[in-house]
């Protein structure tokens, strides 16, 4: 099976998570990959993980580099169809996968249609969540879902949503699931230090993500000086951050965090912190368990499912007190020796895109 992956994102976990599907389809017996990825893409301006080289990409797509020429290539797109079609033809594909729904897909749906290649979608959400998305994000999801030939989703909690939105589609449905992410080579055990238990709250300064069960679960732990928090992602300027401020060990860095950092950040931490209120699944837990770093996540959405089973986490409710509880639990045991990993997070994308392959196949024959 010739499987074509795109995910024409600039940065942030689209590109990755693209990449290294395509890199564990690659590595099958029975099928191989095609890589399409913005040119403006992060991941091909050079190595961005320790030790790790650009990906190997077949189909580069210019994209944007920001309103002015994303309006342009829209203004375009009808135009390219028939050429990047004509592209399409000649890598003789049997299926393709949108690794993350961006907002010029509808032109690649467009060329595969013409080219007569039929394509799957990976769902990571299937809503919005609160503060989340960009002007029509989902519109444009939702219209790449109706053209596509089926769908993907990478938990029981998105897949069940799909399954409501997708009442008497009929289209194949297929379960996936999210493999720990490795940024780089294992980083020095948690708690090699000796110092104070370092823990990490990074992602999408989002309403979503709980920063506001976060700061009222730290007061509760009324004044702790043995751990120190640094919460690192990009967002609106908000009271909850303030009052994450203002709490004594706690540090905010409200900026973009390029993907050669989050190696960096994942080996300082001890702990990442998922305050979430809601989540489809969580790019971070995936990168922290590859790390060998504890996690403790409310219990929402499809956290549940991904962390089921995993020694490294400890789970909690959504509320300050279960989660303040949680941490002080964590802080009380100070665990310097991380339990054996379950499965070499190499072997896990291996299993995933076994699981997948076969799945496409089956989807594929039925229609």
């Known amino acids: 099976m010739r499987v074509l992956v795109w995910q024409w994102g600039r940065r942030g976990g689209g590109p990755r998570y693209g990449a290294e599907l395509a890199e564990s389809l690659r590595g099958l017996p029975d099928a191989t990959a095609v890589l399409s990825l913005s040119r403006q893409a992060e991941l091909l301006r050079g190595p961005t993980l320790p030790g790790d080289a650009p990906p190997v990409c077949e189909l580069p797509v210019a994209t944007y ?21 004509d592209r399409l033809r000649a890598l003789r594909l049997d299926v393709a996968i949108c690794a993350m729904p961006g907002p010029l897909d509808l032109l690649m749906a467009a060329a595969l249609r013409r080219a007569g290649v039929p394509f799957f979608v990976v769902v990571h959400d299937a809503d ?14 939702r219209s790449l879902m109706r053209r596509a030939d089926g ?21 194949p449905l297929i379960l996936s699931s999210h493999p720990p992410r490795a940024f780089g080579p294992p980083p020095p055990p948690a708690m090699a230090h000796g110092g104070r238990m370092r823990l990490l709250s990074f992602g999408r300064l989002l309403p979503y993500k709980g920063l506001d069960l976060l700061a009222e679960a730290l007061r509760r732990l009324g004044g ?29 860095e409200n900026r973009w965090v390029p993907e ?25 837990a995936a990168a922290a368990i590859a790390a060998r770093r504890w996690v403790v996540a409310t219990r929402v959405g499809g956290l549940v499912e991904q962390l089921q089973g995993e020694a ?6 959504p509320t300050p007190e279960s989660l303040a509880a949680a941490l002080a639990a ?4 100070r665990p310097t020796v991380a339990p054996p990993q379950r499965t070499d997070p190499r072997a896990a994308w291996h299993a995933m895109a076994t699981d997948l392959v076969r799945a496409l196949r089956a989807a594929l024959h039925r229609g």
């Not at 580099?65 to 990047?84: I, K, Y």
């Not at 702790?224 to 690192?232: A, I």
Request: proline share 5%.
């Open 65 to 85: 580099d920001g309103l002015a020429s994303f309006l342009l290539r829209c203004a375009l797109a009808p135009f390219q169809v028939g050429t990047l079609a």
């Open 128 to 141: 919005l969540h609160p503060g989340d998305g960009l002007p029509l994000q989902m519109i444009l999801q």
């Open 151 to 171: 769908l993907i989703a990478l938990s029981v909690h998105v897949r069940e949503r799909l399954r409501e939105l997708e009442q008497g589609s009929g289209r």
């Open 224 to 252: 702790r000086t043995d751990f120190e928090l640094r919460v690192v992602g990009q967002g609106p300027a908000s009271p909850e951050l303030d009052a994450l401020r203002a709490i004594p060990g706690v540090t905010v």
């Open 260 to 284: 050669e950092e989050i190696a960096a950040l994942l080996a300082w931490s001890d702990a990442l912190v998922l305050s979430h209120r809601e989540a489809s699944q969580s790019g971070g």
């Open 312 to 317: 490294l986490a400890r789970l909690c409710e």
């Open 330 to 333: 964590l802080l009380d045991e």
